[in-house]
C-alpha cells in the first residue's frame, strides 16, 4: 500500500508500548488515525478548515506526541509563516510526519531538519490541546478492544 505522509517509506520503527497489540510501524498508527481524526480533535482555529478529505488538518502536535507515547523518540517542530510550529516525529534515524498531507503540494516545502524540540509541557499548557491529545489517545484504545 502506498501512503502520503512523509518518511512513510522508511516509516518502520516498532513500538515501546505493547498496549497498543495492532498497531506494529507508524502506517499502523497512520491507519488507525485516519478513522479517528476528525474535527473535535483539530485544533480549534483551523477547524473551519477541517474536511473528510483532508482529516489531517490541524491535528499535528496531538499526533506527534501520542506517536512519540508509542514509538519513543522525540517530536520537533517546523516554525511555519504564520508563527505557528508544525509536529513531527524522529525515532532513531527515522524521521515521519503522519499529519504532513495536510499541507497539499505544499508539504514538499517543509524542511525537516534542524528543527527545535517540542515538549509536551508546553504544548499542553493549553488545557484545550491537552484534552483534545487525551480524546485522540481514548479513541486510539477503544480502537484496540
Request: proline share 3%.
Amino acid at each position: 500500500m502506498e501512503y502520503h505522509f512523509y518518511g512513510w517509506k522508511d516509516a518502520a520503527v516498532k513500538p515501546i508500548d505493547e498496549k497498543y497489540q495492532t498497531i506494529c510501524s507508524p502506517r499502523d498508527l497512520y491507519d488507525k488515525l485516519s478513522r479517528i481524526w476528525c474535527a473535535d480533535t483539530c485544533a480549534p482555529r483551523m477547524r473551519h478548515q477541517w474536511t473528510e478529505k483532508n482529516r489531517t488538518k490541524g491535528q499535528c502536535s496531538i499526533t506527534a506526541f501520542l506517536a512519540q507515547d508509542i514509538f519513543g523518540g522525540k517530536v520537533y517542530g517546523i516554525p511555519l509563516e504564520d508563527g505557528s510550529v508544525h509536529c513531527y516525529n524522529v525515532v532513531g534515524d527515522c524521521c515521519f510526519d503522519l499529519t504532513s498531507e495536510q499541507f497539499g503540494d505544499s508539504a514538499k516545502d517543509l524542511v525537516y531538519e534542524g528543527n527545535p524540540e517540542q515538549y509536551r509541557e508546553v504544548h499542553f499548557a493549553k488545557e484545550e490541546k491537552r484534552l483534545r491529545y487525551e480524546m485522540l489517545k481514548k479513541a486510539l484504545a477503544a480502537s484496540e478492544q
